[in-house]
């Protein structure tokens, strides 16, 4: 199972999210919930870095499947764009949930 965490400021904002572990859903390669689960942290991952700009803390270990992402302190108009995409993950993600609640499971924190 994915298990992912999410922590939240003390105004409820996300300042990193990280995921651990498989779906085991199908066999490596073919599993479509791992998949949609790594595309929807990297396109993030991208969308903040290329188009904001932000330095973001990353922690990677394929094999473990473990990825780390830490957002740090942001200007306010910077902060609000941010909020966008890392809201829009965590709504993707609980979507996924929805559909496949055996594979991937989310922790708020």
Same mark, same amino acid.
């Given at each position: 199972m994915i298990q992912i965490k999410v922590d939240r400021d003390q105004k409820?904002?996300?300042? =990193?999210? /990280?995921?651990?572990?498989?779906?085991?859903y199908d066999q490596p390669?073919?599993?479509?919930?791992? /998949? =949609?689960? /790594?595309? !929807?942290?990297?396109?993030?991952? !991208?969308a903040l870095g290329k188009y904001l700009n932000i330095n973001l !803390?990353?922690?990677k270990?394929?094999?473990?499947?473990?990825?780390?992402?830490?957002?740090?302190?942001?200007a306010p108009e910077l902060r609000e764009k941010?909020? !966008?995409l890392l809201e829009t993950l965590y709504l993707s993600l609980v979507e996924i949930?929805?559909?496949y609640q055996e594979h991937l499971e989310i922790v708020n924190s």
């Open positions: 409820g904002k996300i300042i =990193a999210f /990280s995921g651990n572990g498989h779906a085991f390669g073919r599993d479509i919930v791992c /998949s =949609a689960v /790594s595309t !929807l942290f990297h396109h993030t991952i !991208l !803390l990353i922690k270990d394929q094999e473990q499947g473990i990825l780390t992402i830490k957002i740090g302190d942001l941010a909020d !966008l949930k929805k559909q």
